[in-house]
């Protein structure tokens, strides 16, 4: 099987069916749908070789334990600390969650210029323990305000603001969820307080064509400190935007 116009991959579906040739976007949209697993066979065009789809080179950060957070400059983790996750789990739609889940913040760094020089800014929160308070419950009808509801001054959002549950189905379609500001909100309401930086990548999408990631190792031998933990090649702007949305935790 050769390579056809950059259809490079071939699926081996549970069922015994070759799914393919596709290329890279639409492999990586069923990796994120959960229909390639880390250990579904994968036929590579481009290397003649079959290989499971964790250990293809652009499929590996695709299956690797979400740390919570990535970043176009670098990528600091931070707990909540004061709040324990046990009074946490009390609140109904954070009480599957894990203690990580809780505590752990991704914050999205880049560089911006001020003046002569440039300096570190904060630009996206990404937090699992705000994601719930986002969703949006497609599952339920009824739930609208009437085209005519500015004829009695919208005296029907009073009912439909009093149920926190389904308060998010009033909101517009486009409406995407921002973590920053609630992050920005409980940190100036004192619920929040740093307490650590866990972890710090380094994402680069500036190689025309190329994505790599680096990541500090503390380890043994003269293979450590700040290395390339990643690296993909890009054969287009639809791939390079696929690996930001992922980065980003963008849904959109």
Known sequence: MGDTSGADFTVWGADQVAYGPVEL???VSWVKAERVTAETWIYDAKN???QKAGKLAELQMFFRPREKGANSGT???QPITDVEARALRRVKILAAMTDEQLERF???????KDHLGTKWVINKVHADIFEPYFLRDTTKIGRFLHPMSHELDFMNL??????????????VKRFVPDHLSVFLYEIKKGNMRFQSVNEV???FFQI????????????PGYNTGWLMSGLVKLNNDTEKDLIRKHLYYDTQ
């Open 25 to 27: 976007p639409v492999l």
């Open 48 to 50: 003649a070789d079959w």
């Open 75 to 77: 990528r600091s983790e």
């Open 106 to 112: 991704a914050l999205f760094m880049e560089l911006e």
């Open 158 to 171: 009073r009912k439909a603001l009093a149920n926190s549950d389904s308060v998010s189905q009033f909101t």
């Open 201 to 203: 990548k380094f994402h």
């Open 208 to 219: 025309n064509g190329w994505y790599f990631e680096l990541s500090e190792f503390n380890r």
